[in-house]
């Protein structure tokens, strides 16, 4: 997703947001490159005689193979049973269980998590895996090596190198065509037991070995303790992997502060409460990532639930260790204080407490999750945060005065009146009174026209022109116009002064009427 540059800051939670994403999509990129022939269905399902001659890659809550697959199957899963053929290899994330029935064969390496794997049939390559109980059975035959981090570890078949691994209980009563070198509390080999190699085992107790057992090597029991150099490269992951916890808590609680004073506060109020909430979501994130998995549609949900999961296994233990050193600073450590404190206390009983180490670790990551649960209910509701986990000066004030009213909008400036000339108004004015009939809309009668006026129509007069001075006449102008003035005054007057036709004396220096 690309978006314009702007010049407004970043709030903290949208880089934390952006960059969760960044390494989200660093870490699973490479599904990228099989997600489009990637099989989503309820059940999957190859029945007897049918044969698939390509990679399949398969998220569905149940897989089951009785026909025949030419290739690799890649397997997102509930459980997972083979019957048949695959040509290929099998990687598994499996949260069920994971059998290779008796007659099954698979060609390539078996590798991959689950609840629980049984081998019954046949698996020419290796077998690495992460799973709560490995099983070869009887039946089970292994062509190379079976590596293994489980709990327990039980080979009753054959396998035709060695076997190794991290296990805390291993049990062999089968054939192993190598060496044995594992890493066990309780190690036991049974009567029908044939090793070709030897045996080498750490472990605090000695291994239980039957008398009929056949061993060709050596048995030798290693110190559980590792080496010096071993010693010093753990406790320097140890300590980076504290300090990265640290760093880490700080930042959720900085950006986070409201929901992980909540959090806090409901691990101090309510531990019963929390830590059920913690227990519950625990058991339901497992659940949900494979349901949401067996989906194409849910695909991208998965990958935000798990990388949702990984942050909670960093950051789970946040409220539970804030409020173990809130109480031993007696309440007056504060949020980041208590959580300092607290964080060197649980990781030094993590470390130095013999068997009870993991308890404690698994009891404070458990039960901060539950906080951290709680907490966001309780900011989803708003609800008040313990004044002693952070100064008023952190806390935002979200009350709203009873008496706040929302601004109004602004309203449009009126607009200003026309100009209108003095005898347009009169006009108009005339023109709204009634008349004498009650006509409200009846017209105004035209103006008189003046009789004097003739260049007058209406209420408005034409502009007279302006006066011009006389022109100069010619002197032959002026001539006429005494001749005719001449003709003029004779016909008014007469030629010895008579009276004219209007009856009255015009002559020179005679009164008028």
Do not use: C
């Not at 702007?6 to 999509?25: G, K």
Request: hydrophobic residues 45%; aromatic residues 6%; without cysteine.
């Amino acid at each position: 997703m690309t978006h314009s540059p702007s010049e407004t800051r970043r709030s903290p939670s949208a880089t934390y947001l952006v960059a969760s994403i960044a390494v989200a999509v660093a870490l699973f990129a490479p599904l990228a490159t099989f997600i489009g022939a990637l099989v989503t269905t309820d059940r999957y399902i190859i029945p007897e005689g049918i044969t698939v001659s390509e990679d399949q890659f398969v998220s569905a809550l149940d897989v089951i193979v009785d026909g025949t697959i030419e290739g690799d199957l890649t397997v997102f899963s509930g459980d997972v049973d083979i019957r048949g053929t695959i040509t290929g290899g099998v990687t598994v994330f499996s949260a069920g269980t994971v059998t290779i029935h008796e007659g099954a064969s698979v060609g390539g390496t078996v590798k991959g998590s689950s609840l629980s794997m049984t081998i019954a049939g046949s698996v020419e390559s290796d077998v690495f895996v992460a799973s709560g109980s490995i099983v070869v059975a009887e039946t089970g035959d292994v062509g190379r090596d079976v590596f293994g981090f489980s709990g327990t570890l039980r080979v009753h078949g054959t396998v035709g190198r060695d076997v190794r691994g991290r296990v805390v209980r291993t049990t062999v009563d089968g054939s192993v065509g190598g060496d044995i070198d594992i890493a066990t509390t309780s190690m036991s080999i049974g009567q029908t037991a044939v090793v070709a190699g030897d045996v080498v085992y750490r472990s605090s107790a000695n291994a239980s070995i039957a008398s009929g057992a056949t061993i060709e090597g050596t048995v030798t029991r290693l110190p559980a303790v590792g080496n010096f150099i071993y010693s010093i490269m753990l406790s320097i992951a140890n300590l980076i992997g504290f300090l990265g916890f640290v760093v880490a808590g700080l930042v959720a609680l900085w950006i986070l502060r409201g929901t992980g004073a909540r959090a806090v506060g409901a691990v101090m109020t309510r531990p019963i409460a929390s830590l059920f909430a913690g227990i519950g979501t625990v058991i339901v994130l497992p659940l949900l990532i494979a349901v949401t998995a067996a989906t194409l549609v849910g695909i991208p949900l998965t990958v935000i639930l798990i990388m949702f999961g990984v942050i909670l296994f960093i950051v789970g233990a946040v409220p539970a260790v804030t409020t173990l050193g809130h109480f031993v600073l007696w309440r007056r450590g504060g949020l980041f204080g208590g959580f300092l404190v607290g964080a060197v206390l649980w990781r030094l009983g993590v470390w130095l407490i013999p068997y009870a180490g993991v308890g404690l670790f698994t009891l404070g990551l458990v039960w901060g999750i539950g906080g951290w649960v709680m907490g966001a209910v309780a900011a989803r509701r708003s609800d008040p945060i313990v004044p002693a986990l952070l100064p008023p000066s952190m806390v935002m004030d979200d009350d709203v005065p009873q008496d706040w009213e929302p601004p109004l909008a602004p309203t449009p400036p009126e607009p200003e009146p026309l100009d209108v000339e003095p005898e347009q108004e009169d006009a108009e004015e005339t023109s709204a009174s009634p008349g004498d009939d009650g006509a409200e809309d009846a017209p105004p009668p035209p103006p008189k026209r003046d009789a004097d006026d003739p260049i007058s129509f209406g209420s408005s007069t034409a502009p007279m022109a302006p006066p011009q001075p006389p022109a100069e006449r010619t002197p032959e102008e002026e001539t006429t116009l005494a001749e005719r003035f001449a003709a003029l005054r004779k016909e008014l007057v007469g030629e010895d002064g008579e009276d004219g036709p209007d009856g009255h004396d015009h002559s020179d220096g005679a009164e008028g009427p």
